[in-house]
Nanobody, 124 residues
Framework: QVQLVESGGGLVRAGGSLRLSCGAS????????MGWFRQAPGKEREFVAT????????YYTDSVKGRFTISRDNAKNTVYLQMNSLKPEDTAVYYC?????????????????WGQGTQVTVSS
């Protein structure tokens, strides 16, 4: 089992920045690829970013490329999502997820463990 706890969400104005963190406990963190997903009100959960076990490879959904950066610190059992130039359409609950595999993945069904989510609200 892996337990994931997100933090760092909040209210920010358009153009601002937030850094989300996701702390993991349980199994060896470096055994897992990690991902961030989000769900806006009335919409389905969508993929945001993913990173492989070592942090050497990342992948982003088109709408956040150039604005968001995913990273990880295996020594701290933590994955981060740096969000810059935020837009009102980025408003959502953001979820951290862990995958029992080394490589990145975009489909939510390929992830085995999920955090409880953290709210990000971007005002115009």
């Amino acid at each position: 089992q892996v337990q994931l706890v997100e933090s760092g969400g909040g209210l920010v104005r358009a153009g601002g920045s937030l850094r989300l963190s996701c702390g993991a406990s349980g199994r060896t963190f470096s055994n897992y690829a990690m991902g961030w997903f989000r769900q806006a009100p009335g919409k389905e959960r969508e993929f945001v970013a993913t990173i492989n076990w070592s942090g050497s490879r990342e992948y982003y959904t088109d709408s956040v490329k150039g604005r968001f950066t995913i990273s990880r610190d295996n020594a701290k059992n933590t994955v981060y999502l740096q969000m810059n130039s935020l837009k009102p359409e980025d408003t959502a609950v953001y979820y951290c997820a862990a995958r029992r595999a080394a490589e990145r993945a975009t489909p939510a069904e390929l992830y085995d463990y999920w955090g409880q989510g953290t709210q990000v609200t971007v005002s115009s």
